[in-house]
């Protein structure tokens, strides 16, 4: 009797137990998920030239914006140089507004002028020829027109000075393509050149990898969890330090591969941020670590950029239906004759 008790209630709770799964079935884990550094780009030459400052060795912390090496730029120095006295001098001449200023002073006088031999002329009959008169008012007509000029040569003025920056800009930017320049924090991992030697546009110089973003990949099992359930979800990294130290670091998921590969498996990524002791990182690209997807936790919203799309904004490659059409030709046997 209590033989069969005690059977009655294991079914019992077997039943229980797999009627309501435990906590622990509503999470995914991934043993030794791969870590690896979200940036970590070999920086290349962008002009042909002799490296002529390395400002970085291996293993250098710099900051985003610091110039790591620089080609030699003296030619290009130079140009800028030039291009910025042009546009000075452009400019200069463009926020001048003496000849204006001249040519509406002239032109009162010649009005003034014009209306006196008028005047005189009323009061005293013909005591002006009539000749002295048209030539008083051509040099009125003449100095209006003078404005127009000046005005006219304001607004080509205001265009040089554009022009002038423009090439000013063109200049800045040939001086900026000979020096390589850090886009983001992090370290250097390597160099790959030394000073006095000539690099070609596209070798790599310096290799510089971000410490505090990373990514961790794993593969699921396609079969157990699909693509609605792991997408945007939080998830906990568990990675082994030396002396059997552990450290949790949580993150998320931003990658879950639309095609599962052969064996039924979902490659997955989630990105996190290293924790850091006495400023440096406790975790670094290499390591291997022990994910969990909070699967039953609601999914995090998406807020990475999106990329831009081809807007009504932007100029158009089709033909403009304004424009003429191309002349058709006629086939050969309905042209009309030559003239003889």
């Known amino acids: 009797m209590l033989t069969h008790s005690l059977f009655a209630t294991a079914v019992v709770a077997l039943a229980t137990a ?16 791969n870590i690896i550094s979200i940036e970590s780009p070999k920086l290349p030459a962008s002009d042909a030239g002799v490296l002529i400052n390395l400002h970085v060795t291996d293993g250098q912390q710099v900051k985003k914006g610091m110039v790591l090496a620089t080609i030699d730029d003296r030619d290009a120095r130079a140009m800028y140089d030039v291009k910025r006295l042009d546009y000075e001098v452009a400019k200069q001449q463009a926020e001048s507004d003496a000849d204006l200023r001249h040519a509406i002073a002239a032109a009162d006088v010649a009005r003034i002028a014009h209306e006196k031999y008028v005047e005189v002329n009323k009061g005293q009959a013909r005591a002006l020829s009539e000749l002295e008169v048209l030539q008083k008012k051509y040099e009125w007509d003449r100095a209006k027109l003078t404005i127009e000029k000046a005005k006219e040569d304001a607004e080509t003025a205001k ?17 900026e393509r000979r020096r390589i320049v850090a886009p983001f924090d992090g ?8 000073e006095g030697e000539w690099v070609q546009p596209g070798d790599p110089v310096v290799q510089l990898v971000a410490e505090n973003r990373l990514r961790v990949t794993g593969r699921l099992d396609a079969t157990a969890w699909s693509r609605a359930e792991i997408e945007n979800r939080k998830v906990t990294i568990e990675v082994e330090l030396p002396r059997g130290r552990v450290v949790k670091v949580p993150g998320k998921i931003v990658y879950v591969s639309p095609v599962i590969d052969l064996g039924s498996v979902l490659p997955v990524a989630a990105e996190i941020e290293s924790p850091r002791e006495n400023g440096v990182p406790l975790i670094y690209g290499g390591m291997h670590g022990r994910m969990t997807i909070h699967t039953s936790q609601p999914a995090v919203a998406d807020n990475r950029p999106q990329p831009p799309s081809i807007g009504a904004a932007e100029p158009s490659l089709r033909r403009p239906e304004s424009s003429p059409e191309r002349p058709s030709i006629a086939p050969a046997s309905r042209r009309a004759p030559a003239p003889k």
Do not use: I
């Not at 797999?18 to 998920?33: D, K, L």
């Open 159 to 175: 265009l040089t000075a554009e022009s002038k920056k423009a090439e000013l800009d063109a200049a800045k930017v040939a001086v």
């Open 18 to 33: 797999a009627g309501q799964p435990s906590a622990q079935a509503q999470e995914a884990t991934m043993e030794n998920c």
């Open 187 to 194: 370290v250097v991992a390597m160099t790959y050149l030394q």
